[in-house]
């Protein structure tokens, strides 16, 4: 059964298991393209209803990838990549036999932090974490690990759909050693993806231009310039993007910008980035989370999707 990517890519030299944690938008889509990518996936969340909503996800995108990558032989390109992962609420269980664990989860530090410290324990001595966060720093989730995991530890920054966006973005964080990261980047090109290069940065490189952006476009319609509609509508047919940044605050999950938005706040504060990023905040996707609205995932955002 062929395997979709740039060079009908396999398997990294010694790499068989992939750990994978979170099994929501990004996390499902990862461990999806790695099970495409023939290796073994552990998929974890924190409930049995959460790993079954990430393997559905995964059901209704290997179904779109198969027609595209194996015509006429789609029921089985989907049972041989569906037969490769592994859904699991166990920790221990997941990351015991994976050389690869990525974390996936919900954009909070803490949470992040502690799930890896713990994680450390279970995990084989010379396996790699990596991370997906959209806007924190590698070296703050990886703090609570020992400095032997540390010397393991990078940034493997996913774009949404992961089964379709073809960029990864593969974060080198001052601990980590050469060799680790040379095996991280050749993981992320093994799933057909274009790995690029960067330091450990906020917002890396496609989230730092993307929140000047994005913060523009916000402004525009507060300033009462245009309708968000319009800006979207500008963008897609005037730039020529695929989705104007309203639609793509919804697709990306508005619950997750805020949160990103949150992390921009405090690396102004840190002179990071400038305080023009940050000041004026702009309220319009708070106010939506506050009344339950995160986009797609609850069918309303900017738009309504019911
Ligand atoms: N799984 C598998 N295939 C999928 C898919 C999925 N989840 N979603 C779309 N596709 C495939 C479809 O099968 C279709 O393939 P064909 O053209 O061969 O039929 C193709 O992708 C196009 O899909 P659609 O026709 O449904 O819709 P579209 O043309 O509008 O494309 C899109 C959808 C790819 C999402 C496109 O709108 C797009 O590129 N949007 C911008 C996405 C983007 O900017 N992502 C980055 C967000 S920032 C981020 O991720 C970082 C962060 O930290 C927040
Ligand atoms: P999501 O809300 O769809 O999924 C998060 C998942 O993490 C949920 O299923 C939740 O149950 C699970 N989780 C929470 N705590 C956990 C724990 N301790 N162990 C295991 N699972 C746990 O969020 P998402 O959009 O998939 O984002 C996940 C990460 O990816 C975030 O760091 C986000 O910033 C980053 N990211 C998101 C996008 C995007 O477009 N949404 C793009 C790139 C990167």
């Given at each position: 059964?062929?395997?979709?990517?740039?060079?009908?890519?396999?398997?990294?030299?010694?790499?068989?298991?992939?750990a994978?944690?979170?099994?929501?938008?990004?996390?499902?889509?990862?461990?999806?393209?790695?099970a495409?990518?023939?290796?073994?996936?552990?998929?974890?969340?924190?409930?049995?209803?959460?790993?079954?909503?990430?393997m559905?996800?995964?059901a209704?995108s290997?179904?779109?990838?198969?027609?595209k990558?194996?015509?006429g032989?789609?029921?089985?390109?989907?049972?041989?990549?569906?037969?490769?992962?592994?859904?699991?609420?166990?920790?221990?269980?997941?990351?015991?036999?994976?050389?690869?664990?990525?974390?996936?989860?919900?954009?909070?530090i803490?949470?992040?932090?502690?799930?890896?410290?713990?994680?450390?324990?279970?995990?084989?001595?010379?396996?790699?974490?990596?991370?997906?966060t959209?806007a924190?720093?590698?070296?703050?989730?990886?703090?609570?690990?020992?400095?032997?995991?540390?010397?393991?530890?990078?940034?493997?920054?996913?774009?949404?759909?992961?089964?379709?966006?073809?960029?990864?973005?593969?974060?080198?964080?001052?601990t980590?050693e050469d060799?680790?990261?040379?095996?991280?980047f050749?993981?992320?090109?093994?799933?057909?993806k274009v790995?690029?290069?960067?330091?450990?940065?906020p917002?890396?490189?496609?989230?730092?231009?993307?929140?000047?952006?994005?913060?523009e476009?916000?402004m525009?319609?507060?300033r009462?310039?245009?309708?968000?509609?319009?800006?979207?509508?500008?963008?897609?047919?005037?730039?020529?993007?695929?989705?104007?940044?309203?639609?793509?605050?919804?697709?990306?999950?508005?619950?997750?910008?805020?949160l990103i938005?949150m992390?921009?706040?405090?690396?102004?504060a840190?002179?990071l980035?400038?305080?023009?990023?940050?000041?004026?905040?702009?309220?319009?996707?708070?106010?939506?989370?506050?009344?339950?609205?995160?986009?797609?995932?609850?069918g309303?955002?900017?738009?309504?999707?019911?």
């Amino acid at each position: 059964v062929p395997r979709p990517g740039k060079r009908g890519s396999g398997p990294a030299a010694g790499i068989n298991v992939v750990a994978v944690f979170g099994a929501g938008l990004m996390g499902s889509g990862i461990a999806q393209v790695a099970a495409q990518a023939g290796y073994t996936v552990n998929l974890a969340d924190v409930s049995d209803k959460a790993v079954q909503n990430g393997m559905k996800i995964i059901a209704r995108s290997v179904a779109r990838v198969a027609k595209k990558v194996a015509p006429g032989q789609e029921d089985e390109y989907v049972k041989t990549v569906l037969g490769n992962l592994r859904p699991t609420t166990d920790p221990s269980v997941a990351v015991g036999n994976a050389e690869i664990v990525i974390e996936s989860i919900v954009e909070n530090i803490e949470l992040k932090q502690n799930l890896m410290a713990a994680l450390d324990k279970h995990a084989k001595p010379d396996s790699i974490f990596a991370t997906n966060t959209s806007a924190l720093l590698v070296k703050e989730v990886s703090e609570k690990c020992p400095a032997a995991r540390k010397a393991r530890f990078g940034g493997l920054h996913f774009f949404n759909p992961v089964p379709v966006m073809r960029l990864v973005e593969v974060i080198r964080s001052d601990t980590m050693e050469d060799a680790a990261y040379d095996r991280l980047f050749e993981f992320g090109e093994s799933l057909g993806k274009v790995a690029v290069k960067c330091k450990d940065t906020p917002g890396f490189i496609v989230n730092r231009i993307l929140a000047a952006y994005n913060r523009e476009a916000t402004m525009v319609v507060e300033r009462g310039d245009a309708s968000f509609e319009d800006v979207d509508k500008a963008m897609e047919l005037g730039a020529g993007y695929p989705m104007g940044p309203f639609k793509l605050f919804d697709y990306v999950g508005l619950d997750t910008c805020n949160l990103i938005g949150m992390s921009w706040a405090i690396r102004a504060a840190q002179g990071l980035v400038p305080e023009s990023m940050v000041d004026p905040p702009s309220n319009m996707i708070p106010e939506l989370v506050e009344e339950g609205h995160f986009g797609r995932k609850t069918g309303r955002g900017f738009y309504d999707y019911s």
